[in-house]
């Protein structure tokens, strides 16, 4: 209805974006020099995928006081409306610590467990804080596009296909859609039906 050239509404299903565990072992495999824009990206997508796939809004604002001895507590980002507040509570898995490690600084302004927002905080805040917010993500989805190209990857990686290859792995090892969302934070069934509905039937017939 908006014309030739115009804007069109998509239909069906969207593409599968999920790799396979083996992938998550050769990108922990790779060998970039320390501090390096590579090396961080690295440590941030292992840390989000033993963290089930935490969403890069939620890993970027981390403080501190999200630490509860050996688990990580937080509320995720996109359901804070009203009362859908859907709180994460998490055991941190042995190599989630081990980057935690090395990153834990508590002179971090806003005691950010990690620096990927430390910079801007300085500077500003509100509007000006959510767009540099949103530089930072596309910087970190580039760069990841480049570690897949390091591995040889023609699934172009990003913070979605983490995510999504998190709960491929889930899936795969025979955990149920119910248990799967919750621990993705789907507030609604319906959420997590439609998340699971562009992946392959071999997986579920599998995992059944």
């Given at each position: 209805p908006f014309g030739i050239y115009g804007y069109r509404i998509k239909n069906g299903k969207s593409n599968k974006k999920a790799?396979?565990?083996?992938?998550i072992k050769?990108?922990?495999e790779l060998d970039y020099k320390v501090e390096s824009g590579l090396w961080h990206a690295k440590n941030y997508l292992l840390f989000m995928f033993n963290m089930r796939g935490i969403n890069f809004i939620d890993l970027a604002f981390l403080t501190s006081e999200n630490l509860s001895g050996e688990r990580l507590i937080y509320d995720r980002t996109k359901t804070r409306r009203g009362d859908n507040v859907k709180t994460f509570n998490i055991k941190l898995t042995e190599e989630a610590k081990?980057?935690?490690?090395?990153?834990k600084d508590e002179s971090r302004i806003g005691k950010l467990l990690f620096p990927i927002m430390a910079d801007a905080m300085q500077q500003v805040e509100g509007a000006a804080l959510h767009k540099r917010y949103n530089y930072k993500l596309a910087r970190f989805n580039s760069i990841l596009k480049?570690?897949?190209?390091?591995?040889?990857?023609?699934t172009p990686l990003s913070?979605?296909?983490?995510?999504?290859?998190?709960?491929t792995a889930g899936i795969y090892k025979g955990i149920s859609k119910l248990h799967m969302g919750d621990m993705l934070g789907h507030v609604d069934a319906k959420t997590t039906e439609a998340y699971f509905a562009d992946f392959d039937k071999s997986v579920l017939d599998e995992a059944a």
């Open positions: 790799v396979s565990i083996d992938t050769e990108i922990k081990h980057i935690l490690d090395y990153y480049q570690i897949g190209k390091d591995i040889g990857l023609t913070t979605y296909v983490i995510r999504h290859t998190f709960a």
